[in-house]
T-cell receptor
Framework: AQKITQTQPGMFVQEKEAVTLDCTYDTSDPSYGLFWYKQPSSGEMIFLIYQGSYDQQNATEGRYSLNFQKARKSANLVISASQLGDSAMYFCAVGSPMEYGNKLVFGAGTILRVKS | NAGVTQTPKFRVLKTGQSMTLLCAQDMNHEYMYWYRQDPGMGLRLIHYSVGEGTTAKGEVPDGYNVSRLKKQNFLLGLESAAPSQTSVYFC?????????????FGPGTRLTVT
């Protein structure tokens, strides 16, 4: 069974600074995808960034980048120039194929608070 | 293009009551999923469907039933609600390509069972 570990229950960062949210995963699937989702206090799940297991380059989406270290099974999210609106819960997830369909397995999340 | 919608947004049930949560998507996705989110935990898969008329169990299926009579709709039923089913429920949908794992989420339904 897959397991996703987010070791930081909560993080604080000063506005305009960068922050790294940790994620390690355990999967035996040869092909998989790594996702980060943001969940603000309003509750919706917002897709941030995706990295395929065979992608050579780390994914970037605006202020978000994914530090992918395949051998270490690590997929950390880096947020540059933090903004007050970045305060939210962040989930790491691994997507992989099932016999029928695909599945996403989520970590427990990290709460990020941005201080002004 | 509304994406994934869920009805209702909030609901309070008494123990033993039944209800159905409706999920609808307008993206012509083959796959649909129901998750629950409990405090301090990530989302956990309840049931899923890979096509009209097909459903399968996920990680935490007990106490729930599902139906997919139309491609765009996926219903989650609680036959006899229990306080342990107090949670936020998310529906999601995705394409059927094996290498495309992204799922599109609805806004969630907050269910309280007293």
């Amino acid at each position: 069974a897959q397991k996703i570990t987010q070791t930081q229950p909560g993080m604080f960062v000063q506005e305009k600074e960068a922050v790294t949210l940790d994620c390690t995963y355990d999967t035996s699937d040869p092909s998989y995808g790594l996702f980060w989702y943001k969940q603000p206090s309003s509750g919706e799940m917002i897709f941030l960034i995706y990295q395929g297991s065979y992608d050579q380059q780390n994914a970037t989406e605006g202020r978000y980048s994914l530090n992918f270290q395949k051998a270490r099974k690590s997929a950390n999210l880096v947020i540059s120039a933090s903004q007050l609106g970045d305060s939210a819960m962040y989930f790491c997830a691994v997507g992989s194929p099932m016999e029928y369909g695909n599945k996403l397995v989520f970590g427990a999340g990290t709460i990020l608070r941005v201080k002004s | 293009n509304a994406g994934v919608t869920q009805t209702p947004k909030f609901r309070v049930l008494k123990t033993g009551q039944s209800m159905t949560l409706l999920c609808a998507q307008d993206m012509n996705h083959e796959y649909m999923y129901w998750y629950r989110q409990d405090p301090g935990m990530g989302l956990r898969l309840i049931h899923y469907s890979v096509g009209e008329g097909t459903t399968a169990k996920g990680e935490v299926p007990d106490g729930y039933n599902v139906s997919r009579l139309k491609k765009q709709n996926f219903l989650l039923g609680l036959e006899s609600a229990a306080p342990s089913q107090t949670s936020v429920y998310f529906c999601a949908s995705s394409y059927s390509r094996k290498s495309s794992y992204e799922q599109y989420f609805g806004p969630g339904t907050r269910l309280t069972v007293t």
